[in-house]
């Protein structure tokens, strides 16, 4: 079970790394956040659909979080359809995207704690802390559980980091 653990989150961690590679994205906290956002979302053009992913139990020390919403077919396997960079305050913190598809998406973070723009992996996966949108999982993660809706409305989702 360890093993196939292991695995599933070697897996997150390189759909991840290739969010290291992508340009930042302004990140707010809960202290900057406003109603700004709901303007934004009603006066983008036809098509473009915001999703905001708020990551949570961030931990101070810095660098950055890789967050990638990722398909079903790249679930685990690749960078995702949508990958970002922002900065790791202390708390919760938010990434928006902007213009996603409508469909179905997880939510994948990881902190590049050290700031050095690659995931660290050790071998029981990732040694950086990483989560993933929805119900907390154990062993394998699963498309499902944190699986979340892109409507032509937009979507959210929020990921609880792990620093186990």
Do not use: R
């Not at 759909?15 to 990140?27: F, I, K, Y």
């Not at 809960?30 to 659909?49: I, L």
């Not at 995931?119 to 990732?126: A, D, F, T």
């Not at 032509?152 to 929020?158: I, K, N, P, R, V």
């Amino acid at each position: 079970m360890l093993k196939i653990a292991a695995i599933a989150t070697t897996g997150a961690a390189l759909a991840l790394a290739g969010c290291s590679a992508e340009t930042d994205t302004a990140a707010t906290d809960d202290a900057m956040m406003d109603s700004s956002m709901e303007t934004t979302a009603m006066t983008e053009p036809a098509g473009a659909m915001p999703v905001t992913v708020t990551i949570e139990g961030v931990q101070p020390g810095g660098g950055k979080l890789f967050v990638a919403l990722q398909g079903e077919g790249n679930f685990l396997k690749a960078a995702g359809d949508y990958k970002t960079k922002v900065d790791a305050t202390s708390g919760t913190v938010t990434a928006t995207f902007d213009d996603v598809t409508p469909g179905s998406y997880v939510a994948a973070v990881v902190h590049d704690e050290n700031g050095d723009g690659e995931i660290e992996l050790g071998s029981k996966g990732p040694t950086e802390a990483w989560g993933l949108s929805g119900d907390e999982q154990s062993g394998k993660p699963a498309w499902m559980p944190a699986m979340f809706e892109v409507t032509d409305m937009g979507g959210s989702a929020t990921v609880m980091l792990s620093y186990d």
